[in-house]
């Protein structure tokens, strides 16, 4: 048998393809550059690892079911001054995700927190982190039924495999009682062991709207909120101000 049949037999059933693609040809450019072995052998290695590592951020990516892709570089900063971008970015580097902590984006309708939460998480995504994005009626409607096919603990311990989820829009549809204390079993089980991120157009003394339940939203806010990065985002809708520029661009206007 050949070097080459040898060396892409050993390969196969090491379960290294991208060594297997690239070996010949570096090997090829190391004879050329005078490369030691060491040096080509960590070139080669190099590129498996490199692989591996950017096919697992797309796996986390397509796992995380994002409903669409935002990142911040297409964020514009300046049309919410009150946000601070430094404070973004730290986000974006996943240390909140490392010391399960939560953040919680709270402002009315179109002032771009589902634009952020999905930029914070497709960055904790690239950093290899499991993400799940979720919208909050969606998850109450999963619960209950789960519960009602009597697989809820099953469904909880699945969710419980992530560092981050992403829990957005809670407030547009308030929850029935068994819903809304199905929520709060859920998020307490994520308290100091993985991170939520949550959007509201809601403002903390609106919660009670949520949950039904005084007791119960001071529960859960006392949870959510007792290691949480907390941005307020209020301000004037940017879909809205991007319709009026549009409208006020077109000749008759
Ligand atoms: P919200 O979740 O607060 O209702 P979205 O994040 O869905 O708002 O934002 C509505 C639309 O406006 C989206 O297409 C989003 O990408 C865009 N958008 C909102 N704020 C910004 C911003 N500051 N820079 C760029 N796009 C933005
Ligand atoms: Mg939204």
Redesign the pocket.
């Known amino acids: 048998m050949t070097t080459t049949l040898r060396l892409q037999s050993c390969l196969k059933r090491l379960k290294l393809p991208t060594v297997a693609r690239h070996a010949e040809a570096l090997a090829r450019e190391a004879e050329e550059s005078r490369q030691g072995y060491l040096e080509y052998l960590c070139l080669l290695l190099e590129t498996e690892v490199c692989q591996r590592e950017e096919n697992q951020q797309k796996a986390r990516i397509q796992q995380a079911r994002f409903p669409l892709i935002?990142t911040l570089d297409?964020?514009?900063?300046s049309?919410?001054p009150s946000l601070s971008k430094p404070k973004i970015l730290t986000l974006a580097q996943g240390e909140f995700i490392d010391k399960k902590e939560n953040v919680i984006l709270i402002?009315n309708?179109?002032?771009?927190?589902?634009?952020?939460a999905t930029a914070i998480a497709h960055a904790a995504c690239r950093q290899r982190k499991r993400v799940r994005f979720v919208h909050a009626a969606t998850l109450v409607d999963e619960l209950l039924a789960a519960q009602a096919e009597h697989r809820l603990t099953k469904v909880e311990k699945q969710w419980r495999q992530h560092d981050l989820i992403v829990i957005d829009?809670l407030g547009y549809i308030p929850f029935s009682k068994t819903g809304a204390e199905l929520l709060f079993q859920f998020c307490s089980a994520f308290y100091e062991r993985a991170s939520l991120l949550v959007?509201s157009n809601l403002e903390f003394a609106e919660w009670t709207q949520i949950f039904g339940n005084d007791k119960l939203t001071a529960a859960f806010l006392d949870r959510l909120t007792h290691h949480a990065h907390i941005l307020l985002?209020n301000g004037e809708s940017?879909?809205f101000r991007?319709s009026m520029k549009r409208l006020e661009s077109l000749p008759n206007a």
């Open positions: 935002k297409t964020f514009d900063f049309a919410m402002g309708s179109g002032t771009g927190k589902t634009h952020l829009e959007t985002m940017y879909r991007q």
